[in-house]
């Protein structure tokens, strides 16, 4: 019995042209590039972002007005004369951390010569009207409208 392998059958060289050249790559890549930098230049993230600030420049208000409620009824149902940089001490006992304004506005904080109304606000950047104001007080206040129109 005389078996002979063929080895010249068996062992093919095979050619693998399945995979990508290194310049089709490249050219994919610099496509998908400039698709990123048209569509950031289309979204205007710095729109977004401004948007972003002014919704937490909002909820910050409305955890300071929060704040200034509780301190009206737990103080002898005044409000704190001071500025809003000053506000940060009467208020510790009913905020965990004394809210900042995002972007580089700071917030306004005024008060009636009676202590019975007061009034936040903040500078927008995006939105429409372009100051945001939180107003509170005494029944009286608030249906005089005189304080805070």
Do not use: W
Request: with cysteine; charged share 15%; glycine share 6%.
């Amino acid at each position: 019995m005389n078996t002979r392998l063929n080895l010249n059958t068996s062992f093919k060289k095979t050619s693998f042209n399945h995979g990508f050249t290194l310049v089709e790559l490249l050219v994919v890549i610099v496509i998908l590039g400039i698709l990123a930098t048209l569509t950031l230049s289309v979204l205007n993230p710095s729109y977004f972002f401004g948007r972003g600030r002014d919704t937490r420049r909002q909820s910050d208000l409305q955890s300071v007005r929060g704040a200034l409620e509780q301190y009206y009824l737990d103080n002898g149902r005044v409000y704190p004369n001071v500025a809003y940089s000053s506000l940060q001490t009467p208020l510790s006992p009913y905020l965990d951390s004394f809210p900042t304004d995002p972007g580089s506005t700071a917030y306004t904080y005024s008060v009636s010569a009676n202590q019975k109304c007061f009034q936040l606000s903040a500078t927008m950047e995006r939105s429409t009207p372009s100051t945001f104001r939180v107003c509170g007080g005494s029944l009286a206040c608030q249906n005089a409208n005189s304080f805070c129109p």
